[in-house]
């Protein structure tokens, strides 16, 4: 099949548009996963909770969700760079390579791909659309092996190399589109819902799983400052281990150097650890966070449960970990907001104040304030959790 190169056709032809579409998930979804005992001593205990909202980035096409908005400024990038080729790298079954391979390959780049998997029997659609997408492709049973590949062939490679989980300066221009109407719609909802609320305060949560990094760090460099608070929820990865890591991950976004607050990323506990169901936000939580891509059965469950009452399909590897805790976390009131002064962008680090743009006057906790989840994506090949079984 020839591909037409993506300076000569019409980008509307593959890529889509991305509509934003935000979803409030109203308390009687709440109610249904908690006990009769949560509920009474919330109705004792807390006169109102926070309204939750999925900003519902999963209904994108393939479910690819937040990566169309980081392959779109990319392929700017490419476009702009008359660059035809892309070279990739990364586990076979990952969301990642799955997304990247498709969408390239879509808007007419020749993808070469280096991937691995530690498990050489698995099969998954992630897999058949790498397999689909790829023009060329090696597969190894090792890691290193694969980056050791991909190190010595991006050396002579006639084209963009991108690194694994394609970190680069284009997922940003990508993303502060996306950051710029997000703001937007939270800004209309405050002013519908809230028309009084105080822009020098936090009027509003952002939160969102921690992957590679990009999207949680692309966010807080663009609200950094604001009234909006931006939360990352580690997953997969230990929290001070990842945080070593954030000046690299800036410096290769493009992104200003910015401490990140170690109160704005969150762990996940295991479940049963601890009384408090809630998400962890001290500092010594490492022990008791959960196993990366581990899935029972009581969690599947869960999900296809989520699924029936509100018709969002979450995945297990990131939403479906942290939806969870998120919906105890609201019925138990331990949204946390911190006691301390909003950062003020300094001159030396230049951050055009916002509509959100909130002073330096510290976080008001009094009233509740609502909180936006990112649904990323990532679901296709996990459809077989919403199929109904036959009982007969």
Known sequence: MNFVPYDRMDPSRFFPSLPIHISEIPFTILDSFVSKAEKTARSLDTPSIPTLHFIRDDLLPFGFGTKWRKTQGILQYLQKNRIQKVLLWGAIHGNYLASFTTI???????????????????????????????????????????????LAKEKEYQGLSLPEFGIHSGQNLGLRSFWQEIEKKIIQFLDTSQPKFQRHKINAILRMEIGSGA??????????GTSLLVQGVMVGENKETWQKKTEDLQKQLGLKIIPIPTEQILEIPKEGKNSEAHL???????????????????????????YRNTNILLEPIYSGMTVKPLLRELNEMQITTMSKPLPTPSESLPNPPSSLSSGTNPISSIQPVPIFYLHQGGQIQHLDLILEKDHQ
Request: with cysteine; hydrophobic share 30%.
């Open 104 to 150: 390239l390959r879509k808007n007419g780049f020749t993808v070469d791909t280096i991937a691995y998997t530690r498990d050489p029997h698995l099969r998954s659609y992630n897999e058949r659309l790498v397999r689909g997408h790829s023009h060329t492709l090696v597969c190894y049973a090792n890691r290193k092996v694969t980056f050791d590949d991909w």
């Open 215 to 224: 999207t949680f760090l692309s966010a807080f460099d663009f609200f950094y």
């Open 280 to 306: 962890q936000f001290d500092n010594n939580r490492n022990k008791t966070t959960v196993s990366f891509g581990k899935q029972s059965k009581s969690q599947k469950e869960w999900i296809r449960e989520f």
